[in-house]
């Protein structure tokens, strides 16, 4: 299960959790050499000081989380916040509502603004697209954006909409963003489901059952 584990960013969001449970997913992270952890921005700087400076295990937060309709100087703002707490990625929503409005001028300055912001903290910035809201078109434009600018990773979602991710959003983004990794995330729970994600050409998996997945569960 290392294999699956060197992939696994381990989770959690869920509005309330505590510093306790940050805590011990971090602790869990170092334990099963976890690509990474993935918390809420309250929690950065404490989980900084748990991972210790030198980890190999990335410490992610997120930006105009969950609806990614955030004013754009705000979620420059929450970039910057997270890099000095000691973020080395940040899964940042796109504005879905402004991509549903086919506003695509304030979507390719919104984009841009994202990446610049992670850029220049050095962050390796992650969008999230919320597939499962999206049409293929819609899909296909943001990723053409994304290419454009060179944003690194595409997320397939937030894992709040009920949309879990699934191979065919995996390949979908592969195809129309080919110079970007993506992140698998949103109802991940089984190694086998893991498995496909990966093979449809996820480089990251985003879950909270990571121990489940890796057999590790207790």
């Excluded at 602790?27 to 989980?47: K, S, T, Y």
């Excluded at 984009?111 to 050095?122: E, F, K, T, V, Y």
């Excluded at 994304?146 to 195809?175: C, N, W, Y």
């Excluded at 990794?181 to 449809?200: F, P, W």
Aim: glycine share 6%; charged share 25%; with cysteine.
């Amino acid at each position: 299960m290392k294999e699956l584990a060197k992939h696994i960013e381990h989770t959690i969001l869920k509005p309330d959790c505590t510093a306790q449970e940050v805590r011990q997913i971090c602790e869990e992270a170092l334990q099963h050499q976890f690509a990474g952890v993935c918390i809420p921005p309250l929690f950065v700087r404490d989980a900084r000081r748990i991972l210790g400076e030198e980890s190999p295990v990335r410490l992610v937060t997120v930006v105009g989380f969950p609806m990614g309709y955030s004013a754009i100087a705000a979620k420059s703002e929450e970039i910057k916040r997270a890099a000095e707490d000691g973020a080395d990625d940040v899964d940042a929503v796109a504005n879905i509502a402004a991509i549903k409005s086919g506003n695509w001028t304030y979507v390719r300055r919104d984009l841009d603004s994202l990446a610049r912001a992670a850029q220049i903290r050095g962050c390796t910035l992650k969008v999230i697209l919320e597939c499962g809201l999206l049409t293929e078109e819609e899909i296909r434009q943001v990723c053409a954006m994304v290419e454009e600018i060179k944003i690194p990773f595409v997320k397939t979602g937030t894992g709040f909409h009920s949309h879990p991710a699934t191979p065919d959003m995996v390949r979908l983004l592969r195809a129309f963003a080919p110079n970007a990794k993506v992140k698998a995330a949103g109802g991940i729970r089984t190694a086998k489901a893991a498995r496909q994600l990966l093979e449809a050409g996820a480089e990251r998996i985003g879950c909270s059952a990571s121990l489940a997945i890796i057999g590790a569960a207790s």
